[in-house]
């Protein structure tokens, strides 16, 4: 939630099945990807964050988030779905390098 919102306390969603929690901040490295989310599907984009997140010299914690942006309803390509992996800090921040979108 952007600031201005949580500081006036976080809406109460609409259904029963959408969980509210708290979660840290930090720096992530994030791919963004379309289709029917699944297993399969999740770990090949997992893989291909990996690699990019070795090739900057970056290092990522050991678990990944998948999330997903749309409802059951829409069509696989039209969905949005991203992986996310959240970056350690470097021990020396003259190592961080500027990374950008391919």
Not at 2 to 10: S, T
Not at 26 to 46: N, P, T, Y
Not at 63 to 91: C, D, F, M, V, W
């Amino acid at each position: 939630m952007p600031k201005e919102v949580a500081v006036e306390g976080v809406p109460d969603p609409k259904s029963d099945g959408v969980p509210v929690r708290k979660r840290d901040g930090g720096r992530f490295a994030v791919i963004r990807f379309s289709g029917q989310m699944d297993s399969k599907l999740s770990k090949k984009q997992e893989a291909k964050l990996r690699q990019w997140i070795m090739a900057c010299g970056l290092e990522g914690e050991t678990k990944a988030e998948a999330a997903g942006y749309a409802p059951q309803s829409t069509p696989g390509p039209l969905r949005r779905n991203e992986t996310l992996i959240r970056l350690k800090q470097p021990s020396d921040e003259s190592q961080t390098k500027q990374v950008s979108d391919e």
